[in-house]
C-alpha cells in the first residue's frame, strides 16, 4: 500500500470586503466683499456739484465658484419716498417750493470697474452703449450729450430681479441662448492680480451738475433720461436733504 502526500503549499486562502466611498461636490459660491459701511457723498461747495465727487476703489470684490457665474449690482432703498428712489432722511427745503423734488431717482449714482467684463461675448446690446461699468467718467453734462455708461442698474419696482439682455453686469450676463454669455468657474486666490477676472475695485461717482438735475442718470438699459428735468419738467430740481440708498451686489450661478 502506498500513502501518498499531497502538498498544499500553493493553494491561497482570500476574503474580500469593500467600502463604498462618496464624493459629494456641492456648488459653491461665494463672494467677498471688502468696503466702508457707508460711503458719504457731502456736496458743501458749488465746484462739487459741478464736478461731481468721486469715491475711487470704494468697494473690492473677490469671487470664488465651482461653477459657471453672473455678477450684477443694482440699486436699492426702503421705498420711504418711493419704490425705486432714494430715502430721505432730513429735508432742507422749506416746503413750498413746487420745483425742489424729493424723488431722486437710484440711477443717479454711477459706477466704474476696474477691467471690462469678459464673459458678455454674445449679450444683446441693442438699443445699449454699454453691458457693464468699465467705461470711464464722463464729464460734466452741461453742452455735453449725458451719459448713460455708468448709470447704476435698477429695478423700476425697487426689487432685486437680474438685468435683462441689454442692461449691465459686472461680469457674465443673461443668456443670450448661446454660449460666451458667462464666467467660468475659478477664484481670485488662483487667478491673481487685480486685473483678474474674479477681482474687481468698484469706483463711485455722483454728479450732481448746476442745477442739480443729474444729468446721467439713465434707466436700466441706458435709452431713458431719468434726470430730474426729464422726468418732472423744466425748471425742477432737486431738493436740498439727507438721502440714503444701498447698492447691492449679487452673485448668482449662470442660467
Request: no cysteine; proline share 4%.
Amino acid at each position: 500500500m502506498i500513502a501518498g502526500v499531497f502538498g498544499t503549499a500553493n493553494a491561497q486562502l482570500i476574503d474580500e470586503k469593500d467600502v463604498t466611498v462618496t464624493m459629494d461636490l456641492q456648488p459653491v459660491l461665494q463672494l467677498d466683499m471688502t468696503t466702508a459701511n457707508q460711503l458719504e457723498f457731502v456736496f458743501d461747495d458749488i465746484n462739487e456739484y459741478y464736478a461731481g465727487i468721486t469715491n475711487y476703489a470704494a468697494t473690492i470684490l473677490k469671487v470664488s465658484s465651482t461653477v459657471s457665474w453672473d455678477l450684477y449690482a443694482v440699486g436699492r432703498s426702503s421705498g420711504s419716498t418711493a419704490a425705486g428712489f432714494w430715502d430721505q432722511q432730513i429735508d432742507y427745503g422749506s416746503g413750498n417750493n413746487t420745483n425742489a423734488i424729493d424723488q431722486l431717482p437710484l440711477s443717479l449714482l454711477e459706477l466704474r470697474q476696474s477691467q471690462p467684463n469678459s464673459g458678455d461675448a454674445n449679450a444683446v446690446t441693442a438699443g445699449t452703449v454699454n453691458t457693464d461699468y468699465s467705461a470711464a467718467f464722463s464729464a460734466n453734462s452741461v453742452n455735453i450729450s449725458p451719459s448713460s455708461a455708468n448709470s447704476l442698474f435698477t429695478n423700476s419696482n425697487g426689487g432685486i430681479s437680474p438685468p435683462e439682455q441689454t442692461d449691465k453686469y459686472i461680469a457674465g450676463h443673461k443668456g443670450a441662448g448661446t454660449s460666451g454669455d458667462f464666467m467660468p468657474g475659478g477664484s481670485y486666490m488662483t487667478q491673481t492680480g487685480t486685473t483678474s477676472d474674479y477681482y474687481y475695485a468698484m469706483d463711485y461717482r455722483i454728479l450732481p451738475s448746476l442745477p442739480a438735475i443729474f444729468p446721467n442718470a439713465h434707466s436700466a438699459d441706458g435709452t431713458t433720461a431719468q434726470d430730474i428735468v426729464s422726468t418732472n419738467g423744466a425748471g425742477t430740481y432737486a431738493e436740498p436733504g439727507v438721502y440714503t440708498m444701498y447698492v447691492q451686489y449679487v452673485l448668482l450661478e449662470d442660467q
